[in-house]
């Protein structure tokens, strides 16, 4: 079984930053991509990116590309998610998901953690 704990997350004032970690145990050939989601109140649950395990390529949401970056430490089974120049707009829980393959619909991942708030303030 796939578990996925992130941590990390706090308040953070905007142009700052955070680094996300998600640790994962359990890695199967169906958890060989790592993606990133947030999900702001009331709003759907977004893509932000992902990491394949295996040669490390990287995937980006436009709306983060260039401020956000994915990275993985194979020896310690962690992904790590790096929040730069940081917005209010980036105010949201973020989640770690695992799934076969890369997908933007959080719907295809079938593996969750239990996601780690960021805020963002003015």
């Known amino acids: 079984q796939v578990q996925l704990v992130e941590s990390g997350g706090g308040l953070v004032q905007a142009g700052g930053s955070l680094r996300l970690s998600c640790a994962v145990s359990?890695?199967?050939?169906?958890?060989?991509?790592m993606a990133w989601f947030r999900q702001a109140p009331g709003k759907e649950r977004e893509f932000v990116g992902a990491?394949?395990?295996?040669?490390?390529?990287?995937y980006y949401a436009d709306s983060v590309k260039g401020r956000h970056t994915i990275s993985r430490d194979n020896a310690k089974n962690t992904v790590y998610l790096q929040l730069n120049s940081l917005k209010p707009e980036d105010t949201a829980v973020y989640y770690c998901a695992a799934a076969r393959s890369v997908y933007a619909r959080p719907g295809l991942y079938d593996y969750w953690g239990q996601g780690t708030q960021v805020t963002v303030s003015s």
């Open positions: 990491i394949i395990w295996s040669g490390g390529r990287t």
């Open positions: 359990g890695r199967t050939a169906n958890s060989d991509v």
